[in-house]
């Protein structure tokens, strides 16, 4: 279970934090004037305890579609029996950052990323030549999300 | 948009995530000999820029409890794809939305949208209001559940040793070399958006 301080972190600094030379020091300010009574030790402890138990990846920047970078979704079509080999195969590429499993033809879908469009189609090309399935590459024409994080159950 | 190399190479040292300790921006900036001021300034540069879409705490939604995940993609007409993607990608708990191609004819699906909750049930749950509240009875939509996670982190955009490769080619070579300025798209899924949460006093 998560504690209060842990659920605040989580809530609060999703969107932003402060761009300030000591930024945990200030988050334990902010914080405590909502009835805590943290110390940046806390903070960034609390911070790390996060991270290895696996519920944030990072404390980081994500970065907008467009801007910086190529990347791309792609999916292939995996004979069941060739799944697990397939998926590590795609894995072992550095270029890949996501890879699900889904329930459809098209059953394995993976996220490409790189400094270029060129390196990523090679990316592509190499992944079919080393599983000998055609890949679907599907890249993005138009980002609709807005990133507000809304306070609501999913 | 254009990136310089020293905007590269802040990307690079905080693209995995920023160190826990006090003064982070000032250990970046020892790292590329500038000073801490510069790398905030840079940073802040970036973010009014658009180039950063946020920098905070990235979750990691399984692991919080929010263990089914759909990606739920539709056919929809291409004259109303505009329209309709706005009105799906404000929905709440829909946390991506993309216009992609379709790959005729195996592939007839234009916009993906990504919907997350504790469980199957709730997902589709979640899609049905979607469908109803909004008015999408005619278009016709496939959940893809995901059943197996084999991998997932941040992306890694910039390979920080081709930037130092770069930096220190002769200037007649560097000014057509391709990390000099970068111009290009990206993409993602999974873990790279904010995902509401609630805490029980603030919105119980």
Known sequence: MLTQLEKQLLNDYQQGMPMVSEPYSEIAREINLKGFSVTEKEVIDTLASLKERGMISRVGPVFQPRNVGSSTLAAIAVPAERMEEVANIVSSFSQVNHNYEREHQFNLWFVVTAGSQDEVEQALYEIEQQTGL????????????IDLG???WC | MTLDILDQQLIAAIQDGLELTSKP??????????????????LQQLKDNGT???????????????????????????DRVNEIAQRIASFECVTLCYQRPRRMPEWSYNLFSM?????RQSVLERLTDLIEILELQDINNKPLFSTRCFKQRGGRYINPDKIIACSILPLNTS??????????HNDKTGD????????????G
Request: proline share 6%; glycine share 4%; hydrophobic share 45%.
């Open chain 1, 134 to 145: 055609s890949v679907m590459n599907l890249p993005m024409e138009q980002d609709y999300h």
């Open chain 1, 150 to 152: 809304f306070p609501l």
């Open chain 2, 25 to 42: 921006f000032a250990r970046i900036a020892s790292q590329l000999g500038i000073s801490e001021q510069i790398v905030l300034n840079r």
């Open chain 2, 52 to 78: 950063i879409k946020r920098l905070g705490v990235v979750v990691r939604h399984r692991e919080l409890g929010f263990k089914a995940n759909a990606m739920v993609v539709w056919d929809i007409p291409d």
């Open chain 2, 115 to 119: 919907i997350h909750g504790k469980d």
């Open chain 2, 175 to 184: 000014l057509n070399s391709p990390l000099k300025t970068r111009h290009i």
């Open chain 2, 192 to 203: 790279d958006f904010a995902l509401p949460l609630v805490i029980n006093h603030a919105y």
